[in-house]
T-cell receptor, first 114, second 113 residues
Framework: DGGITQSPKYLFRKEGQNVTLSCEQN?????MYWYRQDPGQGLRLIYYSQIVNDFQKGDIAEGYSVSREKKESFPLTVTSAQKNPTAFYLCASSTRGPGHYGYTFGSGTRLTVV | KNEVEQSPQNLTAQEGEFITINCSYSVGISALHWLQQHPGGGIVSLFMLSSGKKKHGRLIATINIQEKHSSLHITASHPRDSAVYICAAAKLNYGGSQGNLIFGKGTKLSVKP
């Protein structure tokens, strides 16, 4: 079945370390997204990519980095520069082009800084 | 003011009750999404609407483009419907990139047996 796989589900990181969250999709979607979710807040966009080798910053990109070397993969690195990295991270993908977009979401990664 | 507002924030219902969750938005949109998030965190897309009404099982979603308002209804609610329901607006020309979503903060629904 097609879908999005995020791994790991839970991740613990020591303060000052970089950590990379994985997101893979087999839906042949062009666009991929990373969102952050904090308690009591809506999802906020970190980075998105519409095509391979291209990506744009979202509203809260500071302290994060991404790459899009393959259509299927859009890993997110949480760097030590991110001041408050403990959060729930969701990856999503969508079709791209004129008209309406069907989104598929992953199951998320909960990152805790210890 | 948030561009996408949901109400209520929290909702407790008895099994069998008819439930309505509301979503208002202040921006031009290409579509409005309703999503469901279970306690584990994963999100499932329920509906994508650009006009009118859609139905899937006991779930009904409506949208009024002129009033910039959408509702999600659950008929004959059941404890397994307990989840957070999120509306998200696909904003026209957001960041020059079509397909980006502006999310409401979610409505936490708890259905008691």
């Amino acid at each position: 079945d097609g879908g999005i796989t995020q791994s790991p589900k839970y991740l613990f990181r020591k303060e000052g370390q970089n950590v990379t969250l994985s997101c893979e999709q087999n839906l042949n979607h062009d666009a991929m997204y990373w969102y952050r979710q904090d308690p009591g807040q809506g999802l906020r966009l970190i980075y998105y990519s519409q095509i391979v080798n291209d990506f744009q910053k979202g509203d809260i990109a500071e302290g994060y980095s991404v790459s899009r070397e393959k259509k299927e993969s859009f890993p997110l690195t949480v760097t030590s520069a991110q001041k408050n990295p403990t959060a729930f991270y969701l990856c999503a993908s969508s079709t791209r082009g004129p008209g309406h977009y069907g989104y598929t979401f992953g199951s998320g990664t909960r990152l805790t800084v210890v | 003011k948030n561009e996408v507002e949901q109400s209520p924030q929290n909702l407790t219902a008895q099994e069998g009750e008819f439930i309505t969750i509301n979503c208002s938005y202040s921006v031009g949109i290409s579509a409005l999404h309703w999503l469901q998030q279970h306690p584990g965190g994963g999100i499932v897309s329920l509906f994508m609407l650009s006009s009118g009404k859609k139905k899937h099982g006991r779930l009904i979603a409506t949208i009024n483009i002129q009033e910039k308002h959408s509702s999600l209804h659950i008929t004959a609610s059941h404890p397994r419907d307990s989840a957070v329901y999120i509306c998200a607006a696909a904003k026209l020309n957001y960041g020059g990139s079509q397909g980006n979503l502006i999310f409401g903060k979610g409505t936490k629904l708890s259905v008691k047996p």
